[in-house]
């Protein structure tokens, strides 16, 4: 039985894990994580759930809305009704869909029948025409046939140089990658926020970027608000004390989030959260003894469904093989 290790368990990696399983192939997924999804990250706030990450998908291809299709027939996706919404920039030839019960549960929907190992944090990689090893941090080694990396190009460029994988020119295609970092804040409220239906606001400059309420998004019981802090803002103040960086933020939004309304908050520091520089293909093929592909949201079109293409189109490659 052909054998393949995937590094990271976002959407591409959950894909071509998948992909391969359903064709006979042994497959064991890693992430350094607690949980699987990447950036499609939902976190509990008291009774309440905040997206903080990815906050909306489309589906545009035949692949993807047949696998879509098939998540809403089983209660794991739903349609968010931006068409609601007076935002002149925002188009919607295709409607725009979440998870039931936020990003993250389409994740776990996916990781069910896959052997995913969370909490392995891989440091280092060898092998030959035979095969490769994945160590991680805990000390584990893992061993298949073929590898598939889908973690962020910087992450999976020290990871590759640490491991003497890669020639001066394989190493400048990842170097091509550039990701802009996001702040994001999580708000629970004691009452109803003060945006707008259908639970969004978009801005075009200012340090604030996007604003969701969950509760009208339909993944809350209770209202919460996720914050997205510009690209520039979340450059300028990546390295600075959370709490303060949020509570700047939060300030700014007074006119929709009322401070007396703010039971708590939290803020999390997105490093590499949009690619702002892709390669242009879905996936990279590396020159190594075994089989190594490269892809994720950093490849092709971006975005949650060009994530699951990526993982698509990898894991069709090794079954062509």
């Not at 990271?8 to 042994?26: D, E, P």
């Not at 931006?82 to 039931?100: A, C, K, W, Y």
């Not at 095969?131 to 910087?154: F, H, K, N, R, W």
């Not at 400059?205 to 608000?225: C, H, L, M, R, Y």
């Amino acid at each position: 039985m052909p054998s393949c290790i995937i590094i990271g368990a976002g959407m591409t990696g959950l894909t071509a894990a998948r992909t391969l399983q359903q064709n006979g192939w042994n497959v064991t997924v890693l992430d350094k994580g607690r949980g699987v999804g990447g950036r499609m990250a939902t976190r509990r706030l008291a009774n309440a759930r905040a997206d903080h990450g990815a906050q909306y998908f489309t589906a545009r291809t035949t692949e993807f809305q047949q696998f879509i299709s098939v998540l809403t027939e089983v209660g794991v996706v739903q349609e968010w009704a931006l068409q609601d919404t007076e935002l002149s920039d925002i188009s919607f030839h295709h409607p725009r869909f979440v998870g039931v019960e936020g990003m993250s549960s389409i994740a776990k929907y996916m990781a069910q029948p896959l052997n995913v190992q969370t909490g392995q944090r891989a440091i280092h990689i060898s092998g030959d025409e035979n095969g490769c090893i994945v160590l991680t941090e805990s000390g584990q080694a893992y061993e298949a046939d073929t590898l598939i990396i889908t973690i962020p190009a910087p992450q999976a460029l020290v990871l590759l140089n640490d491991s003497y994988l890669l020639s001066a020119a394989e190493s400048s295609v990842f170097e091509s990658i550039e990701y802009a970092p996001c702040i994001a804040v999580m708000v629970l409220l004691n009452g109803n926020s003060l945006i707008p239906t259908p639970g969004i606001l978009k801005f075009g400059q200012g340090p604030v970027a996007w604003v969701a309420d969950n509760f009208q998004k339909g993944i809350s019981e209770t209202t919460s608000i996720t914050v997205h802090a510009s690209a520039a803002f979340s450059k300028q103040h990546l390295e600075e004390d959370l709490t303060a960086t949020g509570e700047l933020l939060l300030d700014s939004l007074s006119e929709w989030i009322p401070k007396a309304q703010i039971e708590s908050f939290q803020v999390h520091r997105w490093r590499y959260s949009l690619a702002e520089k892709s390669y242009p293909q879905p996936y990279y093929v590396c020159n190594t003894p075994f089989s190594l592909l490269m892809g994720g949201d950093g490849f092709g079109q971006g975005n949650v469904e060009g994530a699951f293409q990526s993982g698509r189109q990898m894991a069709n490659f090794l079954l062509k093989f």
